[in-house]
């Protein structure tokens, strides 16, 4: 259920992280190394969550850290990867050791489910998987039906319930709007719009009369949004268009140390979860010579 739309929603980092309970159900924002909510995640981390089903349409870094944090029991995705750089490495190793169970979906298998959480619906149609053997993985929540009057297949996307939306955004004002510039290009809105609870990390607040100048900007409206947490640079190592990039090195560097279960504890405990704030996570990484070298720049 989310808020009341006149309270102030700015909330800090560990409170939005204590609305998520143990063994919910989150869902994550953006795209692969794109706009994911990665400040969050860590705190999802560091305050020892338990037992999470995670849904992401595609992701990986942030669904890598919750593995590797042991906060994960089930992945509910398409796609867990670093791109050209091969599959999660934590996330391929918790999954083919039987530690994380998998439960894997197209990308448009899921938004249907999604949507059908959002509307209410006992399942939302689709043509997509039709012919595939995804179907068969989860017959309790996609199952082929037929039309009873032109007998035409199609596949029946049963609703996928999500407790906690976690997104990132470039912009919130204190009462809980929210945009994103130029303007969403990833799949949050479904997260977002399915979800009982949705908290946005933002890299800024800015006046609410912003949002009253431009109205058919905001991304998100207020009674959309339960909390809000302003936290910059809070999608790295992933990307925040068009601010910054996502850092090549970090990713690299990762995918090395988990080769090796010595070096990546000591690239985990010191790069990512023993940093007390997330200042001094960006001092880890490299401080102000990474933020200059990530920063997008004006053409």
């Known amino acids: 259920m989310h808020g009341c739309p006149e309270l102030k929603k700015i909330e800090n980092i560990e409170a939005a992280a204590a609305l998520v309970a143990d063994g919910s159900t989150i869902a994550l924002g953006g795209l692969s190394m794109n706009s994911t909510p990665m400040a969050m995640v860590r705190e999802l981390v560091r305050q020892g969550k338990k037992d999470l089903s995670v849904v992401a349409i595609v992701n990986g870094m942030a669904v890598d850290w919750l593995i590797a944090g042991g906060c994960v029991r089930r992945v509910i995705s398409g796609l867990i990867s670093f791109e050209g750089m091969g599959l999660a490495p934590n996330f391929r190793h918790a999954v083919e050791t039987?530690?994380?169970?998998?439960?894997e979906y197209s990308e448009y298998l899921l938004i249907a489910r999604l949507r059908?959480?959002?509307?209410?619906?006992?399942?939302i149609p689709t043509k997509a998987g039709l012919g595939t053997d995804v179907i068969d993985l989860h017959p309790d929540t996609t199952r082929v039906e037929y039309d009873p009057v032109t007998g035409e297949p199609y596949v029946a996307c049963t609703p996928l319930k999500v407790d906690v939306a976690l997104v990132h955004a470039n912009e919130a004002d204190s009462r809980g709007n929210v945009r994103v510039n130029p303007k969403l290009v990833w799949m949050d809105n479904e997260i977002v719009n399915a979800a009982q609870t949705t908290i946005v990390s933002v890299e800024r607040i800015i006046p609410h009369g912003d949002f009253l100048a431009e109205p058919h900007r905001t991304t998100y409206p207020r009674f959309m949004v339960d909390a809000i947490v302003e936290i910059p640079w809070g999608a790295y190592p992933s990307s925040c268009f068009p601010e910054y990039r996502h850092d090549r090195e970090f990713y690299e560097t990762y995918s090395l140390a988990a080769a090796d279960p010595g070096q990546f504890r000591e690239f985990w405990m010191e790069r990512v979860k023993e940093p007390a704030s997330h200042v001094e996570f960006m001092r880890a990484q490299g401080g102000a010579g990474t933020v200059l070298r990530i920063r997008r720049t004006s053409t």
């Open 98 to 103: 039987g530690r994380c169970e998998l439960e």
């Open 116 to 123: 059908a959480a959002a509307t209410h619906v006992p399942f």
